[in-house]
Every structure is written in C-alpha cells, then in structure tokens.
C-alpha cells in the first residue's frame, strides 16, 4: 500500500472506530472495556496514520504512549491538553481480555472528547480531513 493510501486508510478506521465509540457510549449495555477498546483503537490509528504521513515506520504495538513518542522524536507533539495517553493503552491489551476493576475509573464521555481532540489535531497536521462514516 503506498504511503497517502495508508495515511487515508487509517484515517477512515480511526473515524469508524469514533463513530462506534459514539454509539456505544450513552448504551449501558456495553461495557467500558468495549467503550475504552474503539477509543483506544481511534487514537492508535490516528497516531499511526501521523506518522505514516510523516515516513516514519512504527512497529506494530498497541501502546500509545510509545507512539507519541516516536512523534516526539520527529519533532512532531501533541496537544499539553490530550494528558497521558498510556491510560488508554490496557483496553487494547488487558481489559480486552480482563474485566476493568470495579475500583477503576473510566469516564466514557471524556473518552470521546479525546478521540475528537486528537482526530481534529492529527487532521490539522496532515491537511486531511475524513468524511464521517455512512455519510
């Protein structure tokens, strides 16, 4: 796959994984390890659709953190406001395949807010914006 078609690729997963987010959100039905995985997978592919566009290899990891900071390496930062990312990381990997402790905390709505912060901001730096999905 050439570089621009991945960095759209990504793009349009990361909106995919936004627009479940966004429907799964308000349903108590769905756990927040399910909320948290479609947040996490958005930002992940945000992230590595900025370093595609960049030509900056990335290996294939779910830690958000990691991925940042190869975009920190390059010069290249996100947002003060977007706070720790690492956060996010276990509902790839843990809390996929674990419950979330009853005494952890997890707010869904604020989830979103950042899968929307860091879309509008990965868009801003690529110059490429992605229709919604289904529209």
Do not use: C
């Amino acid at each position: 796959m050439k570089q621009r078609e991945l960095v759209r690729s990504l793009l349009r997963k990361a909106r995919q994984d936004e627009a479940v987010l966004e429907r799964l959100l308000p349903d108590a039905e769905f756990d927040d390890e399910t909320v948290g995985f479609h947040a996490q997978q958005a930002v992940e592919k945000l992230l590595k659709a900025w370093l595609a566009h960049l030509g900056v290899g990335y290996p294939r990891m779910h830690r958000l953190g990691a991925l940042a900071r190869l975009l920190s390496a390059k010069g290249h930062l996100l947002p003060d406001e977007v706070g720790n990312l690492d956060d996010l990381t276990p509902f790839a990997t843990i809390w996929r395949y674990e419950d979330l402790p009853a005494s952890a905390s997890f707010d869904r709505k604020e989830a979103l807010r950042l899968v929307r912060k860091i879309r509008t901001y990965v868009e801003s730096q690529i110059g490429e914006q992605q229709p919604r999905p289904g529209r």
